[in-house]
């Protein structure tokens, strides 16, 4: 057997942007690498902070962006993913640029999803942050501009610790109890959702109990990126005789 190089690191194809903060990453959360069921290469965007990216549009940001991305894949990523739904702004941008897979939001799923319901029902979408998830970020995304959509910025705990950073710890019951009123009012605002999307990469870890609450499928950056690896890795399930 001959064995072929040509790049840095091995065994690890997906290459994640992330966001330069210091909350508490548990358990699901995209930056916590313990989440995944696959290994995954990270870098720290520099002064990508969630309260610029999210509040501001990442302006001036997509230069560190485009450079850090191409650093994953000269390393040895074969894909690239982001650590913030909003970067959906840069999807096109950082595609032509490293010449790789890339998927920068949750949100490119909504038209997939949208495809599955049945007749009348829609997607829609929690995000951390409703008042700044702009027309530009949805249609960066493919999603319908009238989407439903509910955030967390009037919550007790996601909101602050997430993008205003006022502290390093994060009280996790309440942090879920934001994401689940959240979820609630997009039901009860729009009864016709069918399925609800997560925008936020750090929502993942109350995805479940977001489902047993709305009793709707939820998918969020967990399901895109575990879609991804799978197109990147496929499964092989056993040699294959090829004539």
Request: glycine letters at 10%; a neutral charge; hydrophobic letters at 50%.
């Given at each position: ?14 290459g ?28 720290v965007?520099?002064?990508a ?13 997509l230069p ?12 040895g ?16 941008e950082?595609a ?5 897979p ?12 949208q ?28 999603a ?17 610790v ?13 942090a ?24 936020c ?8 109990a977001?489902?047993a ?5 939820v ?15 496929p499964?092989?399930f ?6």
């Open positions: 057997m001959i064995a072929y190089g040509g790049k840095a690191v091995y065994g690890a194809p997906l994640i942007l992330m966001l330069e903060a210091r909350f508490p990453r548990i358990q699901g959360d995209m930056g916590n690498a313990g989440t995944w069921p696959f290994p995954v290469l990270y870098r965007v520099k002064g902070s969630p309260e610029r990216v999210v509040l501001h549009g990442a302006a001036g940001l560190s962006f485009l450079e850090a991305a191409a650093e994953l894949v000269s390393v990523a074969e894909a690239i993913t982001t650590n913030c739904g909003f970067l959906s702004l840069f999807q096109r950082l032509a640029h490293v010449g790789v890339v998927a920068t939001s949750a949100l490119m799923q909504v038209p997939w999803v495809a599955m319901l049945p007749p009348g029902k829609r997607v829609g979408v929690v995000t951390v942050s409703a008042g700044s998830l702009t027309p530009r970020h949805l249609e960066a995304a493919g319908p501009l009238d989407m439903p959509v509910v955030g967390t910025e009037d919550g007790v705990e996601f909101f602050r997430l993008i205003l950073g006022e502290k390093q710890d994060m009280d996790v019951g309440l879920a109890a934001d994401v689940l009123d959240a979820g609630r009012r997009l039901m009860a605002r729009h009864p016709e959702v069918g399925a609800v999307v997560l925008e990469t750090n929502m993942p870890p109350y995805a479940a977001l489902r609450a709305l009793g709707v499928p998918f969020d950056v967990y399901s895109l990126v575990t879609w991804l690896q799978a197109g990147v890795r499964r092989e056993g040699a294959l005789s090829v004539a």
